[in-house]
């Protein structure tokens, strides 16, 4: 397990970069973390400094958002929160992007645990009594 620290705003691109540089052989990743732990916040910045050039918003209501790196990479954002049943994931196909070669962002995976591939990394925001988010990340 690894801790990264995000103490403000400011450190985001930072903590991001060192997140990447620790997550390098990794694909997939579910993201847990109480409403507004910083999630989507931080994913976003993971994936501008993965090179991602049109990044737009949360997927909240879309469930996913696809975005293109500068070096043609694909990444897909899932956010989860809305799903009612597993069957939803069954409806849209969820094994070409769990499964395919992209890379996965993953928030509010409870509900889809049993369809995670076994490779994926999970990702723990916790906020600590002085508003610092501790990122938690369970790796091999």
Same mark, same amino acid.
């Given at each position: ?8 705003? =400011? ?5 991001? +970069?060192?997140?990447? /540089? %620790? ?7 579910? !993201? *847990? #973390? ?42 897909? =954002? ?5 799903? +009612?049943?597993?069957? /939803? %994931? ?7 992007? !769990? *499964? #395919? ?40």
């Amino acid at each position: 397990m690894e801790t990264l620290f995000i103490k403000s705003l =400011h450190d985001l691109p930072a903590v991001a +970069k060192q997140f990447n /540089e %620790l997550a390098r052989g990794y694909r997939r990743f579910a !993201f *847990y #973390g109480k409403m507004g732990s910083g999630k989507t916040t931080f994913i976003t910045e993971i994936c501008r400094q993965l090179g991602a050039e049109d990044i737009l918003n949360s997927p909240s209501f879309a469930l996913i958002n696809e975005y293109s790196t500068n070096t043609g990479e694909i990444i897909y =954002h899932f956010d989860l929160y809305r799903i +009612k049943s597993i069957e /939803e %994931l069954f409806d849209i196909g969820y094994e070409d992007y !769990f *499964y #395919g070669d992209a890379i996965l962002f993953i928030e509010w995976p409870e509900l889809a645990e049993e369809l995670l591939p076994e490779d994926t990394c999970k990702v723990i925001i916790e906020e600590t009594d002085n508003k610092v988010r501790k990122v938690k990340m369970y790796t091999k």
